[in-house]
C-alpha cells in the first residue's frame, strides 16, 4: 500500500491543455475514483501515474518516492504499480495460472514462491480452482477477475484500474462491483478507480475527483458531492441536479438560509459565510414533492411522465415563468399507480435544496 500525491499537474497535446494544474492527495489504503465525461482528462491523469507519458510540469510521489518531476521520470516498469485495463486482454493460449504469474515470469521469480503467489492472487479474487482453465472457458466477469489476480500477483504498492467494467453486461456489473468492494476491504490495497459512470463511483469510492477540462473541480465523499457540490457543473453531472436561480433573503446560524426561487420563499442549505443576493442553487429530485393544499408551492405543468418501474418520473415547467426561466425543468418522482398526464397542473413544493456557494 501506499500513499499518491499529485501536485499542479500539467499536460498539453499541441494546443490542447489535458490535465491543467491538477492536484490529489490519496491516502494509504483509500479508494479512490476518477470521474467525468470522455475528454475530460481522466485517462491522461492515469498514463501519467503509471508512467507511460512525461508530463509537462508537476509532481507525482509513491508513497514517499517522487516518481515524476520535471527532472526526474521513473519508467512504468519501476513504479510498483498495478494495471487493470477495461479490455482483459488474456493471454487465450494460456491457463488462467500461466496468465497469472506470467508478470511473475517476466520478473524471474521462481517456484515454490511463484506458484505460492499465484495461488494467494487467485484466492483474493475468489477463483480457487480455476488455475488450469483457458479465457474462452471463463465468464465476462471471471475474466475481469483473473486480469485483477494478474494485476496483484505482482505485489503493486498501488492499483490503477482504467474503467474496468465498460465491457461487461450491465447485469453483470452490479456482481463486479461488489467483488471489487469486497476486495478492497480484504486488502486495503490503495486503488484509483478511473470512470465515467457516476453510479459505479458513488458504489466503491472512499472519496470521488470530478474532472472537467483537464482541472479536477471537487474532490469529496460521494455524498459530499451529492449534498454539496461545489459549482453548477458538479451539480448537474452528479445526479441530474436542477440548477436554478435564487435570490438569498435570508441566512440563519443553522446552516440554512431563506431564498426566493421563482418568487416562492423555500429555505435551503447553505455554506457557513453566504452572503445575500441573487446566486444559483440546486435542485435533486426528492427535494420536490406534489404539495398539500396548505403548503407554499411552485405552479407548474406537467410536460412529460416517464414509467421508471415502481415510480413515474415527471417533468414539469412553470406554469408562469419569471424572465429567464422560460427553459427551467423541474423532475421528481412519484409512485404508482396514478401518473399525471402531460399539461396537468401540479403544485410542487421544494422540502430541500443546496445553494451553491458563490
Not at 491538477?22 to 501515474?49: H, P
Not at 401518473?339 to 435544496?353: E, W
Request: charged share 25%; proline share 6%.
Amino acid at each position: 500500500m501506499a500513499r499518491l500525491t499529485v501536485e499542479h499537474l500539467v499536460k498539453s497535446f499541441g494546443s490542447f491543455r489535458a490535465l491543467d494544474d491538477v492536484s490529489l492527495a490519496v491516502g494509504d489504503g483509500e479508494f479512490v475514483a476518477i470521474l467525468g465525461a470522455s475528454g475530460c482528462g481522466k485517462t491522461t491523469l492515469l498514463r501519467q501515474i503509471a508512467g507511460f507519458d512525461r508530463a509537462d510540469s508537476g509532481r507525482i510521489v509513491i508513497g514517499e518516492t517522487p516518481v515524476s518531476a520535471p527532472d526526474r521520470h521513473v519508467p512504468p516498469e519501476r513504479r510498483r504499480i498495478g494495471i487493470v485495463f477495461q479490455s482483459y486482454a488474456l493471454w487465450p493460449h494460456m491457463t488462467v495460472a500461466e496468465n497469472v504469474g506470467y508478470g511473475l515470469d517476466t520478473a524471474g521469480v521462481r517456484e515454490p514462491d511463484r506458484s505460492r503467489r499465484i495461488a494467494d492472487a487467485l484466492a483474493l479474487v475468489r477463483l480457487d480452482g480455476f488455475a488450469d482453465r483457458r479465457p474462452a472457458l471463463l465468464s465476462g466477469g471471471q475474466r475481469q477477475r483473473v486480469a485483477l489476480a494478474r494485476c496483484l500477483v505482482t505485489e503493486p504498492s498501488l492499483v490503477l484500474l482504467d474503467e474496468p467494467l465498460a465491457n461487461l453486461d450491465v447485469h453483470l456489473r452490479a456482481g463486479m462491483e461488489d467483488q471489487f468492494a469486497q476486495f478492497h476491504a480484504r486488502t486495503r490495497t490503495t486503488m484509483l478507480y478511473i470512470t465515467h459512470d457516476q453510479a459505479e463511483a458513488m458504489a466503491l469510492a472512499d472519496r470521488i475527483a470530478v474532472m472537467d477540462k483537464g482541472r479536477v473541480l471537487q474532490f469529496a465523499p460521494p455524498s459530499t458531492l451529492y449534498r454539496e457540490p461545489a459549482d453548477a457543473t458538479v451539480a448537474r453531472f452528479i445526479g441530474e441536479g436542477m440548477v436554478v436561480p435564487v435570490a438569498v433573503r435570508a441566512v440563519h446560524g443553522d446552516g440554512h438560509c431563506t431564498v426566493d426561487l421563482f418568487d416562492v420563499p423555500v429555505r435551503m442549505r447553505c455554506a457557513p459565510g453566504q452572503r445575500e443576493g441573487a446566486v444559483a442553487a440546486v435542485l435533486r429530485s426528492g427535494d420536490l414533492v406534489p404539495a398539500a393544499a396548505s403548503d407554499t408551492a411552485l405552479d407548474t405543468i406537467v410536460a412529460r411522465t416517464v414509467y421508471k418501474g415502481g415510480h413515474f418520473r415527471i417533468e414539469a415547467r412553470l406554469a408562469s415563468p419569471l424572465p429567464g426561466a422560460h427553459d427551467v425543468v423541474l423532475h421528481l418522482d412519484v409512485p404508482e399507480p396514478s401518473p399525471l398526464a402531460a399539461g396537468a397542473a401540479l403544485r410542487i413544493a421544494v422540502r430541500d435544496g443546496w445553494v451553491l456557494p458563490a
